[in-house]
């Protein structure tokens, strides 16, 4: 039997396995001088005047950010049905309620007409997500954040590196950017996110809050030659501080990222050209003066294909292929739909793209003949079906 091809891997190097042997070697494992390295390379990388902040998850760092910007009981945060859990339920650790909203059928993104049609008096931030690494309309969205006083958040857990409008995401005009480097993301950190902002009273609340609330960063009372003992507690705070062992690996993964991109692309147009002859929608790319980081290559089963989107997984899974599904919409789950009362019909193009859609293997180790065998068992399973 054939070697089982996962969905995906990351792609860890040497540089990054010595640099972490180095921090374990140097006695300081916690957050500290790598971190602090991380940081200010991955803000190098974005340019335009960033400050990161490193963070142990993209779900702690949309936290933070939201915290920062004074989310409460009895505010609402506008949020895409087509999401992972994270970008809601932190929503819900402060208290305050987040309302789905129905995507595009073709980039399956929060779209402004969305948006706008689930702002209330009690709004006070909206979370687009940039689906699989294409950047939402976010001019529209901000535009209309600005006209209500609405705080931008952006969940760009697959949109590093992605371009919207010439800028790459991180940089553009929304309050605060969250990205995640999950062991499957563009790049990883193994568990780890970087909070992203202009704004200096966002950054220094989400630093203060990253670590219990402390005045000062534990790698600052340490190396300091003031008294290393004494720090104040300033708030209510969490523990998301990102280790330096974890750094380490960012620090040669952010090196390695303009390459990997460029692989995605190129895996992405072999997708485009290898299956264009099938009865599946390809997803989109981006428009001329964007790019899509590419972290997921989401295909959609037409009706003509002749098979459901489960048994062509369960039969992909037969031939030895891995793939997965993105995402189970938030008004299917338990909770959500039970707690805000949420039915399909209420999301109508989240409902079809889900009963449609298939993640299929994209990842910077694949090799040419691992698509070749994607594709050929794809076309295998279709022509059976």
Not at 131 to 159: N, P, Q, T, W
Request: overall charge neutral; proline content about 6%; hydrophobic content about 40%.
């Amino acid at each position: 039997m054939r070697k089982f091809l996962p969905f995906a891997l990351p792609e860890i190097g040497e540089e990054e396995i010595a640099e972490v042997v180095d921090s374990l070697r140097s006695g300081w494992i916690t957050t500290g001088p790598k971190a602090k390295k991380f940081e200010e390379r991955f803000s190098a990388f974005l340019g335009g005047g960033v400050e990161s902040i490193s963070v142990n998850s993209a779900t702690s760092g949309l936290h933070l950010a939201l915290e920062a910007i004074g989310v409460g009981p009895g505010d609402e945060v506008i949020v895409p049905t087509y999401t992972f859990t994270a970008t809601a339920e932190i929503v819900r650790y402060l208290g305050a309620t987040p309302v789905m909203v129905d995507v595009d059928e073709h980039t399956f993104n929060m779209t402004p007409i969305s948006f706008k049609s689930a702002i209330s008096a009690s709004t006070k931030a909206v979370i687009p997500v940039h689906f699989a690494g294409l950047a939402c309309d976010m001019d529209s969205i901000i535009s209309i954040a600005k006209k209500h006083k609405i705080k931008v958040i952006e969940d760009a857990a697959h949109a590093l590196p992605t371009i919207y409008n010439g800028r790459l995401v991180g940089t553009l005009d929304s309050d605060i950017t969250v990205f995640s480097f999950y062991a499957n993301k563009t790049m990883t950190t193994g568990e780890g996110g970087m909070v992203v902002t202009k704004n200096p009273a966002y950054a220094k609340r989400c630093k203060v809050m990253r670590l219990h609330g402390i005045s000062r960063d534990a790698f600052d009372r340490y190396v300091s030659t003031k008294p290393s003992w004494f720090y104040e507690v300033v708030a209510p705070g969490y523990k998301y501080n990102m280790p330096d062992i974890s750094a380490a690996i960012g620090i040669h993964q952010l090196k390695r990222l303009k390459g990997f991109q460029q692989k995605r692309n190129a895996m992405a147009s072999v997708y485009h050209d290898l299956l264009a002859d099938l009865p599946i929608e390809l997803p989109i790319g981006a428009e001329q003066t964007s790019s899509h980081a590419w972290h997921l290559y989401p295909i959609k089963l037409k009706p003509e294909s002749g098979i459901a989107r489960d048994v062509f997984i369960e039969k992909m899974a037969e031939a030895g292929i891995g793939c997965s599904v993105h995402f189970i919409p938030l008004h299917l789950h338990p909770y959500w739909r039970d707690t805000y009362k949420l039915t399909p019909e209420m999301f109508p193009i989240a409902q079809k793209i889900y009963q449609q859609e298939v993640s299929i293997p994209l990842y910077t180790k694949m090799t040419k003949e691992d698509q070749n065998r994607v594709v050929a068992t794809i076309k295998q399973v279709i022509n059976n079906a």
